[in-house]
């Protein structure tokens, strides 16, 4: 199984990779086809951004039960086929209505994470579920640095240079599928595809049937929301507090990814067969706890940097709940649960950065009678907060069936 792992894990790197590769290039691609200024720029960077998760959001649940019923290997490959199209699209696109087109189906495709998820959740013994889910962040991890990096390179060549890479990352992934990629659905663990349970809030409504789920999922949404103050506010306030220009950002985020991919990658292994899932979870809080309490008042940059590997350590709360909830449903019902799973990670990623950015920006204007730039992550402290209390009260029972 080991092509076919390298495989998924490679489609999970591409999905990071393809969002980062791009980033970089975005604001002169959209003065390019739109002209104006950086700020009217900034607007439709975000509308971009925002479609792209409602896109994942809505269509995570539908991926994921697709892949229940036809299985795991054609929803992977077309997605990837789709996606290579997508980014050739957005290569030549010389309007921001065709961008908007090409990010609505960028996020539809992107929406495979739970396909790939479902797939882990398959070959995985129930105690090597955590630790092989972690494996997916690793990767995810892997092209949260590379994509930045590769594509601040490429966007040298010009603004179109990185989508023709892009398109070329997914096309060569998804020949590597074509001919290594091992169905893990078999009729034993089939379930027809229902559309009533495949929506998002079908989904939500089928899986809060299991006793503990609908606490894990909370849990998961609050870490969620929580954890994405770094990629939310990062920027601004180590601009703000720190004083650092663009490449030291750069930097400290190259350090969290690398940091992030070694916890989840190797670490987490080690913690969940240790501590088991539910007190990796624990720790894994209150590591977050620590990072958020200090980020919140620190004035060093250099404390900053040191404080990275600490941070990092709090990753292993979201492969911990995966495992931990892939126990409690039924082997048909894998992919349905990722495709819940990365819906809620989706709306945290549209609720989180206008809740986390508002509240910097409260905090950090000069007229502001308190200033604290450091006060969304006390927020999000006090939003992990409120997740330890829940999981604190959930006693999941592990599936004893494969189906349901």
Known sequence: MRLPLFFVLTTVMIDAMGVGLIMPIMPNLLLEVQGGSLAEAAIWGSILSTVFAVMQFLFSPVLGSLSDALGRRPVLLVSLFVMALDYLVMALAGSLWLLL????????????????????????????????????????????????????LLGELGTRAP????????????????FVMRETVTDARRRAFDWRRANPLGAFRALARIPG??????????YSVAIYVYPAIWSYFAAEQFAWQPRMIGISLAIYGICLALVQGGLLRYMVRWFGERRTVLWGQVFDFIAFGVLAVIGSGTLALMLIPIAALGAVVQPALQGMMSRVVADNQQGELQGVMTAVHALSMIVSPMMMASTFALFSNSETSYYLPGAPFLLALVLMAIGALVFLRIRPVVAENGTS
């Open 101 to 152: 087109v090409g990010r609505i189906i960028g996020g539809i495709t992107a929406a495979t994470h739970a396909t790939a998820g479902a797939y882990i959740a398959d070959i995985s013994k129930p105690t090597e579920k955590a630790a092989n889910f972690g494996l997916l962040g690793a990767a995810f991890g892997a092209g949260f640095v590379m994509g930045p990096l590769i594509g601040g």
């Open 163 to 178: 989508f023709y890479a892009a398109a070329a990352l997914a096309g060569l992934n998804f020949a590597l599928g074509w």
């Open 213 to 222: 789920i609908t606490g894990l999922l909370w849990v998961y949404f609050l």
